[in-house]
């Protein structure tokens, strides 16, 4: 008796972003027929509250799911990053090395050539 006494409709639209279906889900428009009109709409607040707490507790949840994905990223790519910069400062030493090292020999030789 509650099924056929409640009707629950989405309304859908084209141009916002779209679901699944093609059409994102925008409202909702929920009824309940009963031969008393306050326990009719005792019953449909009800459900329109109970609707919009499920959609609350369905959204929190996929954005904690994004936001836990989010920080992982976040994390990889940090240590990554890390990693990156570990070996450039490596690099840079080295080469600094060599540049110190043949700079001083050519320096040495252009000494060595002036004098001569």
Not at 56 to 75: G, H, P, V
Request: proline content about 1%; charged content about 30%.
């Amino acid at each position: 008796m509650f099924r056929t006494n409640a009707e629950v409709k989405l309304a859908t639209s084209s141009l916002t972003p779209q679901t699944h279906s093609g059409m994102a889900e925008i409202a909702f428009d929920i009824s309940f027929s009963d031969r008393e009109a306050t326990k009719a709409q005792e019953i449909a607040s009800k459900l329109a509250t109970l609707f919009i707490e499920q959609n609350d507790k369905a959204r929190t949840q996929r954005a904690t799911k994004a936001t836990d994905f989010l920080m992982e990223e976040s994390d990889k790519l940090n240590r990554e990053l890390q990693e990156i910069t570990g070996k450039l400062q490596n690099t840079r030493s080295k080469i600094t090395s060599v540049c110190r090292s043949k700079c001083k020999g050519i320096w040495q030789l252009w000494i060595v050539r002036r004098t001569n």
